[in-house]
Structures are given as C-alpha cells and as structure tokens.
C-alpha cells in the first residue's frame, strides 16, 4: 500500500463553517484528482464548485452560503478497484463532517457506484435525487451541563431508544413522540428520576440509515448500528424540521435531562458505516476514499470485515483516527454529551494488519485528549474478528460490558449455576477487572440489553421466535440462557405468571445489589415483551417500541428498582469502588471489630467453608458487606422450595431486619431478627437486611480460615488498602479500612 498522507491541518478546516460573509467548505480527500461542492436549492437546481487541494484537504470559500444551505461533494479520481480506488463523479456524497443530513435514500434509485451486472464496473447514472444531503448549520450555544457528573459507581445506567420510548406514551404530546423533544419531556424525566436513573445510555443518534436488504422486506434499520454521519443527530428523532433543527432539539433534550441530574451517554457506531461493503451503497466514504477509510483485503479488492455488517472502519490512518476524535471532541464540547459506548470496540484498536493493539494509537489519543479526560469512556469489548473477544483487556481509564456477568446471573436464577462463580460476579469480577489497577467500576453489569431477550421474555421464552425479521428464524442468539418457568411463551396460569414476575424482581434485584455500574435495559421494570423476538432491530413498530400499558400492572417490579437504587445510594457498601477480600472491620483506633468487610454466609452456622462452596447442589449464598458504621446482609436464594435460614453470630451483628426484597408481601418476617434466630427464606428469593453493628471494639473473634472464602475471592494476604475512606473515618495501621 502507498503510505499515507497525515493531515497537518486543524480539524476545523473541515466539514462547512459559516462566516459572516459566507461558508468555508473543506473535504479530506488526498486521492481524489478534483473535487466538486454542488450547492443545491430548495427546489433541486445544483451549483457546482471546483475546490483546491492543499496537503490532502480541498477547500472552497462560498460567499453569501447562509445555515441550511444543502450540499455535497463528487469526487474526480481513479476508478482502480483492483487498488482500492472507486472515484465515481456520478455519485452526489455527504460530507463526513456535516453536522446535519437531510433527506433519505430512495433504494431503487442509482446509489450505488457500481452496475446491477458487475461490482467492479463503473455505473454512470447519477445518484441526486436518490441519496441524502448535507446541510450548512449555524453555530448555537451547548447544552445546560449537568450540575456534577457523577463517577461511575455512583452511577445507574439506562439504555434506551430515543423514538421507541416515546412511541406510544400516553403522557407525551402525539407530536412530540418519537423525537428527542419527546425524550425530553417532563413525564419522561420524572419517570426516570423516580426509578433513579443517573444516565441514560441513547441508542445510535448519529444519523443513520437503512440497509437495503432490509428495505427489500418492507422494514427498517431501527436500532440504528448503520451510521452515514458521525457528526450529524439523526433528522428523523426531530419533531420540527431537518435542516438543522435536529441539532438545537438534540441540545434542548439534552439540557432537560441534565437539568434533572441525568448524564447523557451515547453508543456510537465508529466500527462500520451503512455502506456496507463494496457491493452496497456508496453515499459517502467509499465514495471519497474507500482504500483511506476502510480495512481491505490484501489484494485492495474487498472489504476486509470483522464487524458483520460488510465493512470495518480502518482507524490505523491517521486521518480515520482524526474522524473520530474530532466526532468524539464535537459531541462533548457542541452537544453536551457526558460519555461514549463504543460498539464493537475491538475493531477500533486493529492495527495495519488487522490485529488488535490494546496499545492503538487511537486509545493513546483518547486518554490523552483533555477534552475527553473526565468523559465516562465504555467499551462493548468485542467484534467478530480473530481474537475480537477482548473483556477485562481494556485497561485503566475504560469500563466494559461484562458478558460474563450477563450470562451467569442469567445461569444461576434458572438454576444451571453455582454459588463460586456468582460471587465473584456480585462483589465486581475482579478476575477480569482486577489487573491494571482497575476498580469494580470497570465491569458494566447487565443482564439484558437491546440486543437480545427482553427481562421479561428472558422468563417467559426458551427460544427466539424472530420470524417478524423475515430471516426465518435465523438471526439472533442461541446462546439465550433463559427459563420459561414451564410454558413457552405468554400464558393466563396465575402460578406461572407469580413465578415469572419473581425471577424478573430477583434478577433486576441483582444487578442493582451486585458492585460494578448497573445496567438496565429501558421497559424492564415495566415488563416490556418484544414477543420472544431476540434481534428486534428491524422493527420499528409496536414490538420494538415501550408499551406503557404494561406500567400499573408491573409496578412492584418499578417500585423495587426504585427502592434498590436509592438503597445503592445510600450504602456505599453496595458501590465502594474498591475490591473487597475479606479485611478485618477496625476501630478508630485501629482494634479489630470481629467481622469482615467482605463475608459469604451459609445460613445455618455462619461463614461458608470449603464443604458449603463445593456443594454443586447449594442455591443459597449470603452476601455480608459491613464497614465501621454499616452492614447489609444479602441472601441470594434460587431454588424452588423455601428453606430456614439463621442469622450469623453476634459479631457479625447484634439485630437483623428486611429492608427490600422480592417476596410476596407478608413472606418475610417485619419484625427484628437477633444472632442465631431462624427465618423462613421463601424459594427464589432475594432479601436484603439491614445488620446493626458496633462501631467499638469487643473481643476479638478468631480469623476465618481461607477455606472458607470462594476461590476467586480468597485473600493472599497482601492485598492493598482501598484508595479512599469515608470522610469520618481515619485508616488503621497496615489494615483495609472499608466504606462507610
């Protein structure tokens, strides 16, 4: 390959710039031979203009451009295929730094650059008329920040779709629904601070379009992993108009939310672009420079993919990596925005040759980049490609999807896993995060998420049933790891209904009880069904869309997310960022207290030992978390029949009472509960006491043995003191001082 030609120039010569006087246009296109600006009028005539080129950048002064002027490129150069090159003039392109795009794509029209006959022959027809355009927008102030941008164990994720959300809210005006207006509404946020949401993670909102083959079967991209402009918010979540009023109202819902104490988090699509690969549309990159933008095969003439989605962005070029950045600096600095999910990261650390590079230069740049340094950075840390599974490799500075929490929480309440591994899950996964000096914070706990079953169909389905899609059942996981507890799919059985809507509360009660960032897909805790559909990214329709109907019936299921996450607040016990294993509790003086900051209780005689954790059969596991002032007993029960349960010896704590759980009202004891007293634990169940502790030292209890710890929590004996103590509390000698 040739080498490439770095771009010296400031990002800002780049996309359209209003003047007073008129507008800069400037392009990166280092292989083009010319470049044209066609301006188009409201009613369709085109005005072409010749750029200059200078060191890969071609740019034009336009005077008397005004905001909302319509534009795009066409590119003069080689048509080469068989060295990367597609220069095809007859194709109108959008300007990858464009801040809005308006129209769409008209898919039986010309938008590809190749014939119906050949993928390497040129076809000549011109695409105007058939593909978007680029449009000019005027400078507006940013957003209203949020007040304080909580650090992420402090934090309750919601991921939601922006027009699926508001679809059929009955509070929500008709004309706003869909929109980011809607979203921004009042009855939407309080809906969210009720629940304790402190950000909500968007869905795609750069502006996307559809994939033909999606089109042929009469449905549309819906999810939004098919980004045409990494800068532009999509045109059609605007309730007012699409020649850059999607911008103000994205700013406008952004201020609403932060003005509530939300923080905006957006999952971006920088691994592929909705181009697909070389047999798809050209509607803007390929067209420009299809060898500079994507990933090749080594003979230059395919795609070299590792997304699924037919092309991979190609982040070993330099001006790639600027794309992104500069896409990334924009939506922080002009949109307000307080973090990144990135979608099938691992493709965007793949060097020259493909391969992965936790040391890419487009990470080094990010956690250099001060723009970007208090900027909540997620990773989905995968692609399809070789070694694309990447969890725990990320490293300090990044929090990742935790698929191996997803899966074995899903494992343990349909009774097909231990207690070993669920407690490494609940206390943050330090297998895979502990490394690198990375806190529990670094684990983005979920157990469902857009992709896949809802919480509901998760109890109600065994397998996918996504024949809507038109795949005949094809696409989508198998790898479900769900329970219909006896019926596949929705039924009238008043038991099996009460047994579904408990392992809904447990598995919500979980997350949010478990260290690490807490999740939750948006309509969980409303028992949102999507009908078993487990790759619903096609429909936009009511089966893809938040029913709001279903709100009064699942409100137990709310109101016991509402109550965890204010207890998550509250209990620094349940979000401490710091692994706990198993330290002594001090005085302020430094004596021991005889209890533990981190304990696993076996309900019948106190701590677990070595028979308890190797019993395969156990579905109870108590979780014990205390610090000088505070303590909270757990118990994690996923079997079917209830079973008696004793409360620890004294040291542990002088009175224990319920302060949430997933019971049936009346199913657990109100009153207070002292060491050694007995409660019925009903079969799948969680229940969360509240233990009364002493914050002076007794006499000392002898040291649980290590046998008694799980494995991957058992401590070496060296294990540092966590980073912080709370504020009313002073460090012992040579001793973990834990959260208050």
């Not at 629940?195 to 750069?206: F, N, S």
């Not at 098919?226 to 850059?244: D, E, I, K, Q, R």
């Not at 002009?334 to 936790?358: K, S």
């Not at 430094?590 to 900051?597: D, I, W």
Request: hydrophobic residues 35%; negative net charge.
């Amino acid at each position: 390959m040739e080498p490439e030609a770095p771009r010296d120039q400031a990002s800002d010569l780049l996309g359209a710039r209003l003047t007073p006087d008129g507008c800069d246009f400037g392009l990166w296109a280092p292989r083009a031979a010319r470049v044209e600006l066609a301006l188009v009028s409201p009613t369709g005539e085109q005005r072409n203009i010749d750029m200059q080129m200078i060191d890969g950048v071609w740019r034009t002064f336009v005077p008397g451009v005004a905001a909302e002027q319509l534009y795009g490129y066409r590119i003069h150069g080689d048509w080469a295929p068989d060295k990367g090159l597609r220069a095809n003039p007859a194709k109108l392109l959008v300007d990858p730094y464009a801040r809005a795009i308006t129209a769409g794509v008209d898919y039986s029209g010309p938008i590809f650059d190749h014939t119906e006959h050949s993928d390497y022959e040129p076809d000549t027809r011109d695409s105007f008329g058939a593909v978007p355009l680029s449009v000019v927008v005027a400078p507006t102030p940013p957003p209203v920040p949020v007040a304080r941008r909580r650090p992420l164990d402090e934090s309750v994720i919601y991921e939601t779709h922006v027009a699926g959300y508001t679809r059929l809210h009955p509070d929500v005006p008709e004309h706003l629904r869909g929109t980011f207006a809607g979203l921004a509404y009042p009855a939407v946020i309080e809906h969210l601070t009720s629940l304790g949401v402190t950000a909500v993670e968007l869905l795609p909102v750069q502006h996307f379009v559809s994939e033909p083959f999606i089109v042929r079967r009469g449905l549309s991209n819906y999810w939004g992993y098919n980004t045409l402009g990494f800068f532009a918010p999509h045109a059609a979540y605007c309730s007012v108009g699409t020649l850059g009023q999607q911008v103000q109202e994205f700013k406008a819902m952004v201020s609403a939310l932060h003005q509530a104490g939300i923080e905006v988090i957006l999952d971006v699509v920088y691994n592929h672009t909705c181009e697909g690969g070389h047999e798809g549309p050209t509607l803007s990159f390929r067209g420009i420079d299809h060898r500079g933008y994507y990933r090749l095969t080594h003979d230059l003439r395919n795609d070299y993919d590792v997304t699924g989605c037919g092309n991979s962005l190609d982040t070993s070029h330099i001006d790639v990596r600027h794309l992104v950045l500069d896409s990334l600096r924009y939506w922080v600095t002009e949109m307000g925005v307080d973090g990144f999910r990135f979608d099938l990261a691992t493709e965007l650390i793949r060097d020259v040759h493909h391969h992965v590079d936790q040391e890419h230069p487009l990470k080094q740049a990010i956690a250099s980049d001060p723009v970007l340094r208090d900027i909540k950075l997620i990773a989905e840390p995968w692609d399809v490609g070789p070694f694309g599974h990447q969890v725990g490799r990320w490293g300090p500075g990044w929090s990742e999807w935790n698929d191996q929490y997803r899966n074995f929480v899903r494992d343990y309440w349909r009774g097909a896993g231990g207690v070993q591994e669920f407690a490494t899950r609940l206390t943050g996964s330090a297998d895979l995060f502990g490394g690198d000096d990375r806190p529990p914070s670094a684990s983005i706990n979920f157990i469902t998420a857009h992709d896949g079953f809802t919480l509901r169909d998760l109890v109600t389905y065994n397998t996918k049933h996504n024949e809507a899609n038109g795949e005949s059942n094809r696409d989508g996981s198998d790898d479900n790891r769900s329970w219909n507890c006896g019926i596949e799919g929705e039924t009238d059985d008043p038991h099996v209904n009460a047994l579904r809507r408990r392992q809904v509360r447990n598995m919500l009660a979980t997350l949010l009880l478990s260290r690490g960032v807490p999740m939750i897909t948006a309509g969980d805790e409303i028992g949102r069904t999507q009908g078993g559909n487990n790759n619903a990214y096609c429909q936009d329709n009511p089966l893809g869309w938040i029913n709001w109907d279903t709100a009064d019936q699942w409100h137990d299921v709310h109101d016991l997310a509402s109550d965890l996450t204010r207890l998550r607040q509250e209990h620094r016990l349940l979000h401490y960022d710091d692994y706990l294993y198993h330290n002594e509790v001090l005085d302020s003086s430094g004596n021991p207290l005889g209890r533990y900051n981190l304990a696993w209780m076996n309900g019948y005689s106190g701590e677990m030992g070595d028979q308890d954790w190797q019993d395969p059969g156990r579905r109870l596991l108590g979780m014990y978390l205390s610090s000088r002032t505070d303590a909270l007993l757990i118990w994690f029960h996923s079997g079917a029949d209830a079973i008696p349960v004793t409360m620890p010896p004294v040291n542990w704590g002088t009175e224990y009472e319920v302060v949430a759980s997933t019971a049936e009202p009346g199913e657990l004891p109100a009153d207070v509960l002292r060491p050694g007293d007995a409660m019925q634990l009903p079969g799948r169940t969680v229940a969360v006491m509240r233990a009364q502790v002493s914050s002076v030292a007794a006499r000392p209890v002898a040291e649980a043995p290590d046998s008694e710890q799980p494995p991957e929590d058992r401590p070496t004996g060296d294990e540092p003191a966590p980073d912080e103590s709370p504020e009313d509390e002073q460090p012992g000698a040579e001793q973990t001082v834990e959260p208050a």
